[in-house]
């Protein structure tokens, strides 16, 4: 992009929350409200975005002709330590929760055993035949 004859703006956001359609802090605040321990595999720093936000910062860019040619990070207000992050969920949903500190190689490996059963039940259920849909919306 950068190298095109086009005018262009990169905005990148990190982790955005606050529509139905997120899929990082909606998951978490399910987890929550049904559990009350949190495996806590690390504690990098997250900064998600509110959607609130980063739409501002998309009119922002489109608003600006200083924007043009520039790449932006659009992260949210402070960097959070994840442990953090989940404190905070937590409050949000009205619970308390206990981090469980899990070692980065067990974690790593419930990850992957996490991915070979989302990828079988994926193919268990593309198998199955799709609902007819009326001739209107085809």
Request: proline share 9%; charged share 20%.
């Amino acid at each position: 992009v950068q190298a095109s004859p086009l005018e262009w703006t990169l905005l990148r956001p990190t982790m955005i929350y606050g529509t139905i359609r997120d899929r990082n802090i909606s998951r978490l605040l399910r987890f929550l409200t049904r559990w009350p321990l949190f495996p806590l595999c690390g504690n990098a720093l997250w900064q998600p975005v509110h959607v609130d936000d980063l739409a501002a910062g998309v009119v922002a860019a489109l608003d600006s002709r200083r924007a043009v040619g520039h790449a932006y990070d659009l992260a949210g207000a402070q960097p959070l330590r994840f442990a953090d992050l989940v404190r905070t969920a937590a409050r949000a949903v009205g619970r308390t929760v206990h981090l469980v500190p899990v070692p980065l190689q067990a974690g790593l490996l419930a990850a992957r055993l996490t991915r070979v059963v989302m990828n079988s039940e994926s193919a268990l259920t593309t198998e199955m035949p799709t609902p007819c849909r009326p001739p209107d919306t085809l």
